[in-house]
Nanobody, 116 residues
Framework: QVQLVESGGGLVQPGGSLRLSCAAS????????MYWYRQAPGKGRELVAS????????NYLYSVKGRFTSSRDNAKNTAYLQMNSLLPEDTAVYYC?????????WGQGTQVTVSS
């Protein structure tokens, strides 16, 4: 059974940092790219970052480039999203996702709130 479990969200002041984790199970994690999405209140879900199966290639939403870093530890079956210099507009529920045999699998999401 494929499972993706996010953690690490919370309330942080503008300019602060958080590291999100996505623990994967039920599939061969090291074979698949991983994706981080977010959904702010009243808005659609948007792709924030992606990382290749080996971690050698990453891509980012323009507005988070230079502030967010996607990484993974294939030995731990875990993907990470390091978020620095957080802004109020980064407030959203963050989800990790993978695609297995063209089917999407999502985690349950973790809330990130950036507010003073």
């Amino acid at each position: 059974q494929v499972q993706l479990v996010e953690s690490g969200g919370g309330l942080v002041q503008p300019g602060g940092s958080l590291r999100l984790s996505c623990a994967a199970s039920g599939f061969t994690f090291s074979w698949y790219a991983m994706y981080w999405y977010r959904q702010a209140p009243g808005k659609g879900r948007e792709l924030v970052a992606s990382i290749s199966s080996t971690g050698s290639s990453t891509n980012y939403l323009y507005s988070v480039k230079g502030r967010f870093t996607s990484s993974r530890d294939n030995a731990k079956n875990t993907a990470y999203l390091q978020m620095n210099s957080l802004l109020p507009e980064d407030t959203a529920v963050y989800y990790c996702k993978t695609n297995l045999n063209s089917l999407p699998y999502w985690g349950q999401g973790t809330q990130v709130t950036v507010s003073s």
